[in-house]
């Protein structure tokens, strides 16, 4: 096919229109080598996939497809309404079905505690319903504990756990602000009391605030593939467990490659600081931390990935701030490396 940039034959030039498999590796080329769980509305590749959705209908049929792969960042409660189609002034041509082969996305709709109602809920979990077989990368930004578990919005809970415990393709899941701490009435909950134990494909966990008991070590055992773990503020972590948890912990060790504690710091060397803890403390080694400590960096020769142990200490903060560790997981899921190496290694050696 040829096209000409002049009416006049004599000096018309040809211009040849690319093929069609030729504009997609353009288009495609686009995505970052190492791109985050999800671009953000602002991020210039998103912008233009948005523009080369308007400029043909070729590019529109490439540009949208890879929009629904990598930039659903639904920020707000319009953005959900929008994307579900449940919006007045959302067009019949754009529902959740056009949607069901989105692989990320990024799930801020809340604002206050009052947005939280059956509404948004249930479009969240047809949302879910929809996209259970394609989504794989979930990033979650909002303080569950801010709202749970006030009456009001128990009902709406309820429906974000069901919803939740559908999504069986997920493999990255990072909640910025809290633990997902959303539980299911004790008749149906079927032994799931932590709502990323029930995707069995999970390799990398980001939770903020979890507390480490008996029940959450435990929860690891339907998580065979997991692989990169990052702890913001945990809870519990030098705090005995009963043996059957400690097993699972041994378990652990033998399929984690890097598990990752943010903290507030306070101008101590942490692992120094832990390591005297430990001498001191004839418990220590039944505790979570105690036990990934006592079985990290000794697994030369039994085929078995060497567990990597980091720590991060972020400078405090007066008391009247708000809490900078979601701030820094937020960054680092941005720029794509929250699963990477960063703060200081725990070394065996050193014991």
Known sequence: MVTFLSSDPIIATPQQVLPTELIFQVIESLIPSYPPPVLPPHHVVTRTFLSLCLTSKSTHYIAHGLFIQHCIYLGSLPGLQAFSG????????????????????????????????NGPAIQISDMFSTLAGSLRRLVLDFPWRGFYPESDSRQASIIL?????????????????????????????????????????????????????????????????????????PLGLTEPLPAEALDVVAQMRLRLQRVTFVETTRGWD?????????????????????????????????????????????????????????????????DATIWGSHGECYAPERQ
């Open 86 to 117: 449940a919006s007045p002034g959302c067009l019949p041509e754009c529902p959740i079905q056009r949607h069901t082969h989105s692989t990320s996305m990024y799930l801020a709709p809340f604002r206050h505690r009052d947005e939280v109602t």
């Open 161 to 233: 756990a069901r919803a939740f415990r559908r999504l069986s393709a997920i493999e990255e899941f990072v909640s910025i602000e809290d633990d997902l701490p959303l539980d299911l009435p004790q008749e149906e909950d079927n032994y799931i009391h932590e709502a990323w134990s029930a995707w069995p494909r999970l390799r990398a966990l980001s939770l903020n605030s979890p507390r480490i008991t008996e029940g959450f070590v435990q929860a690891f055992q339907r998580c065979p593939n997991l692989t990169h773990v990052v702890f913001a503020k």
């Open 270 to 334: 942490f692992w120094a600081r832990i390591q005297d803890y430990q001498r001191m403390v004839r418990e220590f080694d039944r505790s979570f931390l105690g036990g990934l400590m006592a079985r990290s960096g000794d697994e030369q020769g039994t085929g078995s990935p060497v567990l990597e142990l980091r720590y991060v200490g972020i400078p405090s903060v007066p008391p009247n701030q708000n809490d900078i560790t979601a701030p820094w997981v937020r960054d680092r899921v941005m």
